[in-house]
């Protein structure tokens, strides 16, 4: 139901009281069903990512609450992605407030989703990443290629 015990995550604990992460993904390589992205991970997580859905691909963000017991993943936001390389975003505050976007094509960063309090894992704090996966049923899978993963002081520029 969700990704807490998925072993596709790579994760690290907060950098700083505030930060900004920035990645780069190529989603061409995602078969129906999987899904790739930028994660904030904790007793409930959060995440905004790539989804493809059929023939489409899908900028998603979707929030767990209470992940250890199975929480299942809420929908906040999906959007249609016209390009498989995307550029999502997440801004850290130094209360752990997190919120999520996605670099539109002039320039900017788009919010997606509602803002997500981090909270701590089971062993230590939360911590930030990216994550690839596939249905359960799933025989074969894809890829994404992750071309950056940028962490910066502050704002996402």
């Not at 969700?2 to 993904?25: E, H």
């Not at 975003?89 to 752990?96: K, N």
């Not at 997606?112 to 930030?128: D, E, Y």
């Not at 049923?137 to 962490?151: E, I, L, M, N, P």
């Amino acid at each position: 139901p969700n990704l807490w015990n998925a072993p596709n995550i790579l994760l690290q604990k907060f950098p700083a009281p505030a930060f900004g992460v920035s990645v780069t993904l190529d989603a061409s390589g995602l078969r129906d069903g999987e899904r790739a992205g930028l994660i904030i991970f904790g007793a409930d997580y959060a995440w905004v990512g790539v989804e493809r859905r059929g023939n489409e691909l899908k900028i998603v963000q979707r929030k767990v609450l209470d992940a250890a017991n199975a929480g299942a993943e809420l929908e906040e936001d999906a959007r249609a992605l016209a390009t498989s390389i995307v550029e999502l975003s997440v801004e850290v505050s130094e209360e752990g407030s997190c919120r999520f976007g996605v670099r539109n094509g002039r320039g900017a960063i788009d919010p997606i989703g509602h803002p997500f309090q981090a909270k701590p894992g089971r062993w230590v704090g939360a911590k930030v990443g990216i994550f690839a996966a596939a249905p359960p049923q799933s025989t074969s899978g894809g890829h994404v290629d992750v071309r950056a993963f940028t962490v910066t002081g502050g704002k996402v520029r």
